[in-house]
């Protein structure tokens, strides 16, 4: 008679750390959650500073599900305010940017404010008793600018970002030093149906790179990668090969290496090989499905280089199709009956800098639960 086979037993006794559960990226009332408590008190990127460079300039964006602008005054302070007139909520700037004049204007009832958001006049109100003009003026957000970007929180207690990223200016521009002056090249744009947190949570990680990203793998010294967790942001470091299909540079380059930070809570800063090369991923949550990522390349001159355009073209045509491929893939399986548990363990290994750990998505998926707590 042949013996039955045992089914294999696995070993219990160490902890293994799990991912969040599937529902805290398909459910819409934790995408609610989200941005009333996570969104609303962290310091999310809008925009590159040369957007809104010069005295009068303005541009609008969306933080937690508001409508918001910041604009430089012509005393070159930058500013943010809600987007929305405290007569009778019309809104004051049409979405987009430009430069406005030395006062905004209400469109629907002439409402005027300075730059400084203090009100300057407000039609018929000598003849209202009781009328306080000072407590007229726009609700502002918190601005800062930092590495180049512009940054907005909706919590104006927020301590400065610059304290609760230290070391990553710093970083930085240690790798690129003219990132001040570096101006918009290119934009790709994707709608990607997937949940912010699982584009980030394929950020925070590669040990899917080599079988999804075999190019960049080809392109990166992967000895020679590491990644690290610092606090509110991560690193991902590794040495470039030149003449590969992702990097292009010559001997003269100042920066040969792949310099990757995610920066909680949605945006990834890029530092590419080459010569004041710089890589921006903006995602934008829209709902519980579906993120709008920018990526966002800034170079010295508008006008890439041949080198640049390569750079371009395979994020275009290589990297970004493949991530999005995957992370659209993720969604859909996170709402599977087949997705046991609701959750999978995640592959933490004892080296917190290893290429193929899984220990920035942990850091990440835990400042999440914290945030929502």
Request: glycine share 6%.
């Amino acid at each position: 008679m042949q013996n039955a086979q045992t089914a294999p037993v696995c070993d219990t006794s160490a902890s293994l750390a799990y991912t969040l559960p599937a529902h805290y990226y398909t459910s819409a009332d934790v995408f609610e959650l989200e941005k009333k408590t996570l969104f609303s008190k962290s310091w999310v990127c809008v925009m590159h500073k040369s957007q809104v460079a010069e005295p009068n300039a303005y541009a609008t964006a969306r933080v937690a599900g508001e409508n918001v602008f910041v604009v430089r005054g012509r005393d070159g302070v930058l500013r943010g305010f809600y987007n929305v007139c405290p007569h009778r909520a019309h809104e004051l700037f049409a979405e987009g940017s430009g430069r406005a004049k030395n006062v905004i204007t209400c469109p629907y009832h002439a409402w005027a404010f300075g730059l400084d958001g203090k009100v300057i006049h407000v039609r018929n109100s000598e003849n209202v008793p009781g009328f306080c003009k000072e407590n007229a003026g726009l609700t502002p957000v918190r601005v800062e600018e930092f590495c180049g970007l512009v940054f907005v929180n909706l919590d104006m207690d927020a301590v400065p970002l610059a304290e609760l990223a230290a070391g990553l200016n710093e970083e930085i521009r240690s790798r690129c030093p003219d990132v001040d002056k570096l101006v918009p090249a290119h934009r790709l744009t994707y709608e990607m149906k997937a949940n912010w947190k699982v584009v980030v949570d394929n950020y925070l990680e590669c040990l899917h790179c080599q079988t999804a990203h075999p190019a960049l793998v080809e392109s990166i010294r992967m000895e020679t990668y590491k990644h690290e967790v610092r606090g509110i942001y991560t690193s991902q470091v590794g040495q470039t090969r030149s003449d590969s299909d992702a990097f292009n540079y010559g001997d003269e380059a100042a920066h040969t290496e792949f310099a990757a930070f995610w920066l909680w809570p949605n945006v990834t800063i890029n530092v590419l090989p080459g010569d004041g090369n710089y890589g921006v991923f903006y995602m934008f949550p829209v709902d519980a499905d579906t993120t709008i990522q920018h990526f966002e390349f800034y170079f010295r001159d508008s006008t890439p280089t041949a080198e640049q355009e390569q750079l371009i073209e395979y994020y275009k045509n290589v990297l970004k199709p493949e991530d999005l491929s995957i992370v659209e893939s993720v969604q859909r399986g996170l709402k599977s009956r087949g997705y046991r548990n609701g959750q999978g363990p995640l592959l933490i290994t004892d080296d917190k800098t290893s290429a193929i750990g899984e220990h920035g998505v942990q850091h990440f998926q835990q400042m999440v639960l914290g945030a929502l707590a």
